[in-house]
């Protein structure tokens, strides 16, 4: 079964401190890896996907196939990055998208 | 292009009345992702539609549940005789259609059953 876990509901920083937002996922293929992001009072977006390797907003999430795992990484946050954070996984050609439950990450002056 | 569009953004409806959400996807895009999500929780995908054919509905519940893309127009996700249960955010998303395409989402509807 295909299943995405993020086990901080909240996470809560300083501004200029690094952050990570943990993502775990369960899969037996190879699965496609996504971050999006919802700020306030806007839809829901994507932020960036494995397979671009590209650092967006200064974020990046490398994939771990060892550890099963997609974290999100900032080295230093801002204020700006507070938000609603969503892992989700696609795989085996579905291109349904499979969520984690969220993480809303609030970033403090 | 205006992004994906979502009607009504907000909906009320009493127990045993049908609910109809709009999704108008993106320009261009012939696919469309119906996803649901409860107070608390991550979204959960519904149904996945091209322009008049369901691909995958294994996310929608078994009864009073229905979703369609017609040929022209939005596509619409049908709740028949709704219950307090059903009360959650409803997601639509689109893409081009290519596999591993990026999806784009719209703003979602709200319903309330009373």
């Known amino acids: 079964a295909q299943r995405v876990t993020q086990p901080e509901k909240l996470l809560s920083v300083f501004k200029g401190a690094p952050v990570e937002l943990k993502c775990n996922y369960s899969y037996s293929g190879s699965p496609e890896l996504f971050w999006y992001v919802q700020y306030s009072r806007q839809r829901l977006q994507l932020l960036l996907r494995h397979i671009s390797r590209e650092s967006i907003k200064g974020f990046t999430a490398d994939l771990n196939k060892g550890e099963t795992s997609f974290h999100l990484k900032k080295p230093f946050a801002q204020e700006e990055d507070s938000a609603m954070y969503y892992c989700a996984l696609s795989g085996g050609g579905a291109q349904k998208l499979v969520f984690g439950q969220g993480t809303r990450l609030t970033i403090n002056p | 292009n205006a992004g994906v569009m979502q009607n009504p953004r907000h909906l009320v409806r009493r127990r045993g009345q049908e609910a109809r959400l709009r999704c108008s996807p993106m320009k261009g895009h012939s696919h469309v992702y119906w996803y649901r999500q409860l107070p608390e929780e991550g979204l959960k995908f519904m149904v996945y539609l091209q322009k008049e054919n369901i691909i995958d509905e294994s996310g929608m519940p078994k009864e009073r549940f229905s979703a369609e893309f017609p040929k022209e127009g939005p596509s619409i996700l049908r709740i028949q005789q709704v219950v307090r249960g059903d009360s959650a955010a409803y997601f639509c998303?689109?893409?081009?259609?290519?596999?591993?395409?990026?999806?784009?989402f719209g703003p979602g509807t709200r319903l309330t059953v009373l």
């Open positions: 998303a689109s893409s081009p259609g290519t596999s591993r395409d990026t999806q784009y």
